[in-house]
């Protein structure tokens, strides 16, 4: 009786976390966008800040934010001292510190901004995209899908915000991405929409003799430099400003797509797999790095999820490795191989014979 009502005190415990886990993720997004991270971070500050300190720099109330500041800590976002007869000081705890501070090249501040700009207004008219099984870009931000990049890239600092939201998460996936297959015998490659060309660096740090041009639309590529490695070494990474839709695709021996096919309805994926078919020679090779959700479509959660997030925001989905295997062999790719890795990014190679 007692294992009984352990466990269903178990499971209303978890549904109360799914009830009100949107609120952790707000807390984390108002810390971001009022810098409470970056500021605690900065050489001019004394790492250990009161509330009313803080307040004075952000321009907040005083109370606001030492509550803002002590769910920060419940969450182990901050440390925080407390002594006799002084005001409690706050300060970054490691984690914080390497991925939430701005000035950090491993940080996830740009993502959190864009989860909490975009995906949050997206999702809460999650409920419209069920019913109308179509994105809410238009309801949310008055903009279609067709005409959200250009958008997003209409001004300089604007495609530098959204490719830096990107970057945190890249730099983090593409360590393992560039490590689940051996690639050595690939000379020549091309990366898709890379974006910030965080996969790219990685590749070419993996593989000296490895020559890797990303292509992007013409604001991505303006504002490349503003993601290059710092730790001076140097890449055989080159930017190509084009439309993988419309422009014919560079000579390669290995192209990839790094979360880009989910963006895309099947038309436009037939589309895309079709030309680099063609332009791959025999011997050459398709990688592919998505959301994989396994063969049942029973998970992973951050797989599902995500797929949601997609339905809102985009014309596409995510795929299993099954759905992705037969695409690739429908259009005359065969040695299809599909790595679920367990991590944010699931990997798949095939080849052209």
Not at 38 to 44: A, E, F, N, T, V
Not at 223 to 233: E, L, N
Not at 258 to 279: R, V
């Amino acid at each position: 009786m007692n294992n009984q009502m352990n466990i269903t005190k178990n499971a209303v415990v978890g549904i109360f976390d799914l009830i009100s886990g949107f609120q952790k993720s707000k807390v984390l997004f108002t810390a971001c966008e009022f810098g409470v991270f970056d500021i605690l971070s900065s050489k001019y500050t004394k790492q250990q800040m009161t509330a009313e300190q803080l307040a004075e720099v952000m321009a907040t109330d005083t109370d606001a934010t030492e509550r803002l500041l002590d769910a920060c800590v419940s969450l182990g976002l901050l440390n925080k001292y407390v002594r006799d007869d002084e005001q409690a000081t706050y300060s970054n705890t490691k984690l914080s510190a390497e991925y939430l501070s701005a000035d950090k090249p491993t940080s996830l501040k740009g993502l959190a901004l864009f989860a909490n700009r975009t995906t949050w207004p997206l999702m809460t008219n999650l409920e419209h995209a069920v019913r109308e099984g179509k994105d809410q870009r238009r309801r949310t931000f008055g903009v279609n899908s067709e005409k959200l990049y250009e958008k997003v890239y209409a001004e300089e600092q604007k495609t530098i915000n959204f490719i830096g939201g990107m970057h945190g998460f890249a730099m983090l996936c593409a360590k393992s991405v560039a490590r689940v297959f051996d690639l050595s015998e690939f000379k020549r490659v091309c990366d898709f929409g890379g974006g910030s060309g965080a996969l790219a660096n990685e590749l070419s740090l993996i593989y000296p003799d490895m020559s890797i041009s990303v292509l992007d639309l013409p604001p991505v590529v303006k504002v490349s430099k503003h993601f290059k490695p710092k730790d001076g070494i140097e890449r055989n990474v080159d930017y190509i400003a084009g439309d993988f839709f419309k422009n014919d695709f560079p000579e390669a021996d290995l192209y990839v797509f790094s979360l880009i096919l989910h963006n895309w309805p099947e038309e436009k994926i037939h589309l895309l797999l079709e030309k680099t078919y063609k332009a791959v020679k025999p011997g050459g090779a398709i990688l592919i790095a998505e959301h994989l959700y396994n063969d049942e479509k029973s998970g992973p959660s951050h797989a599902a999820l995500r797929c949601m997030m997609m339905l809102a925001g985009t014309e596409g989905k995510e795929r299993s490795g099954r759905e992705y295997k037969q695409l690739l062999e429908l259009h005359g790719f065969t040695d299809v191989r599909v790595k679920m890795t367990g991590q944010s990014q699931d990997v798949i190679l095939a080849r052209r014979f």
